[in-house]
């Protein structure tokens, strides 16, 4: 098991940027792909964006496409997520978590306690 522990999160003006990270321990970090997901008040838990275990493959969800860049370290057993010109409608928790496969985003195996993002209007 992978312990995740997400940074990085505050209360933001609309069009600021914000770079949340994830520093990871336990198991390789660099065996799982890993992906960003986000929570509002009242609603599911949403796919933000994922990234393979090498970093050379990337997908991020229509909804922060052009504003999101998903990258990692594996030297610092870190995931990150930059957001740019934030919106009120980006306002949730995020969180991160290992993949047993980029290509399933269904099957997340270990999450973070999550950090909250405010966009203020």
């Known amino acids: 098991q992978v312990q995740l522990v997400e940074s990085g999160g505050g209360l933001v003006q609309i069009g600021d940027s914000l770079r949340l990270s994830c520093a990871a321990s336990g198991r390789a970090f660099n065996d799982y792909a890993m992906g960003w997901f986000r929570q509002a008040p009242g609603k599911e838990r949403e796919f933000v964006g994922k990234i393979s275990w090498s970093g050379l493959y990337v997908d991020v969800a229509d909804a922060v496409s052009g504003r999101a860049t998903i990258s990692r370290d594996n030297t610092k057993n870190t995931l990150y997520l930059q957001m740019n010109s934030l919106k009120p409608e980006d306002t949730a928790v995020y969180y991160c978590?290992?993949?047993?496969?980029?290509?399933?985003?269904?099957?997340?195996?270990?999450w973070g306690q999550g950090t909250q993002v405010t966009v203020s209007s």
């Open positions: 978590a290992t993949l047993l496969s980029y290509h399933d985003t269904n099957k997340a195996t270990s």
